[in-house]
């Protein structure tokens, strides 16, 4: 860390006032290119005192100065730099943005779709929508949000269309669409599409930042919550746990009254966080609060009494039930698990098939009962193999 960075960023104000001020009136995108590449090393707290102390020393005369930072981008510095050029913003400003928008680099273009939520210039609409599935995350997110405030209804109806796509890649950049443009509307059939989707986890990591899990029906927030859990530590990041809320959504399944479905996440989630603490290599990289965090889960599991969610999470295992497969890693019983050898669904007689295996008590009659209900080769062939 350069000198600068360390007196721009520290607590004394003989030190970083005249950095801060030095920063913005030179242009100083070299030492401002260092801070953003320390943004996983900064706490909040620092980030967001130095972004103050750079809005401070923004002034009419040099906030023009500020377009030079914009190739690169963090969201720690975001909302300082945009709400800065949108209070002093003219039209020379505004068509400048415009420009950057249709010509600069996703970087630029991520800070302009912001500018835009400010200055909700109706000129911005075609580049926003153009920009609105972008590979950058930051600026796809930004589009969708700042349309959203604009108020275009053109896009969010585009966007419930990709749901019905056969293209699942397709179907997930609809869904974020929708959870950056906020429309709650639209979380009943993201649900649905996620209960058919083989990007459950994916979708259902998206879904609490558009609505609680609070406010779902109680099954959908079970079946939100234990593919959250699915997908934690390998699909979703660790340090969503609090954006996830949950530790305060399991301690309410653990303090209410149990339902076969509510069995089956808490011992789910019971397994996961077995294993998320027993191998360093989830917990390695993750921040202090993190660790403490998932440690904290991990106890609050602990004090769980497991034996009667087994016997309730065994009537799980139903051919239709959403919960099926989650029901199925979980069960000891081979008898209920042959039950479903005669499923309408390929996906669960597979699914059997494997526990099946695992239990090194699969057999010839297993797999001619299966192959019974099977039309695909492909799976067919899979069956065959086993």
Do not use: H, W
Request: hydrophobic letters at 40%.
């Amino acid at each position: 860390m350069s000198e600068n960075l360390k007196k721009l960023t520290g607590k004394n104000p003989k030190d970083f006032e005249p950095v801060a001020c030095s920063l913005i009136n030179n242009s100083d995108t070299e030492l401002f290119s260092e801070l953003v590449e320390k943004d996983d090393f900064l706490f909040d707290f620092v980030k967001n005192n130095v972004a103050n102390r750079l809005e401070k020393a923004c002034n009419k005369s040099n906030y023009l100065n500020l377009l030079n930072f914009l190739k690169f981008y963090s969201t720690s510095y975001e909302d300082f730099i945009v709400s800065t050029l949108a209070r002093f913003a003219d039209e020379d400003l505004t068509d400048r943005m415009l420009e950057i928008f249709e010509g600069g680099t996703d970087e630029e273009k991520t800070y302009c779709a912001k500018f835009f939520s400010y200055i909700q210039d109706p000129l911005a609409l075609d580049l926003l929508r153009k920009n609105a599935y972008s590979q950058s995350p930051a600026l796809a997110s930004n589009c969708a949000s700042t349309l959203a405030l604009l108020g275009d209804e053109e896009s969010y109806i585009e966007a419930l269309k990709k749901l019905d796509s056969d293209d699942e890649f397709t179907c997930l950049d609809g869904v974020k669409f929708l959870v950056s443009y906020g429309k709650k509307d639209s979380v009943a059939k993201i649900i649905e599409l996620m209960k058919k989707s083989s990007f459950a986890e994916n979708i259902a990591g998206e879904i609490p930042y558009l609505c609680p899990l609070s406010e779902l029906s109680q099954q959908d927030c079970l079946f939100v919550l234990n593919s959250i859990i699915n997908g934690l530590g390998e699909i979703l990041g660790l340090c969503q746990v609090f954006d996830f809320e949950l530790y305060e959504n399991l301690e309410k399944l653990i303090n209410g009254s149990k339902t076969s479905e509510s069995a089956v996440v808490l011992l789910n989630a019971k397994d996961k966080f077995d294993t998320l603490t027993e191998n360093d290599e989830y917990l390695f990289d993750e921040s202090k609060d993190t660790k403490q965090e998932v440690l904290e889960i991990k106890n609050l599991l602990d004090s769980v009494d497991l034996v009667p969610l087994y016997t309730l999470a065994d009537d799980e295992l139903k051919s239709d039930g959403l919960f099926v497969f989650t029901a199925l890693e979980l069960t000891e019983d081979t008898q209920k698990v042959r039950s479903l050898l005669t499923s309408s669904r390929p996906a669960v007689i597979v699914k059997s098939l494997e526990i099946l295996r695992q239990f090194d008590e699969l057999n010839a009659s297993d797999k001619e009962t299966a192959l019974k209900f099977i039309a695909d080769k492909n799976i067919i062939n899979i069956i065959s193999a086993m």
